[in-house]
């Protein structure tokens, strides 16, 4: 993906929360560019059945 013009590194963020193996609360962002990297965290909670 580097050769192609993107960062070494293209997503960040953190597992906030984790409950095996009920639930999995992440954020992430991407950083493929200024624009996309300054709209901020998303949050994405899985509840597993």
Known sequence: ??????????????????????????TYRFLFNETTKSEGFTRLTWEIE
Do not use: T
Not at 1 to 26: H, Y
């Open 1 to 26: 993906m580097v050769s192609m013009g993107m960062p070494e590194v293209a997503i960040d963020g953190e597992v906030v929360e984790s409950d095996p193996p009920r639930k999995l609360v992440q």
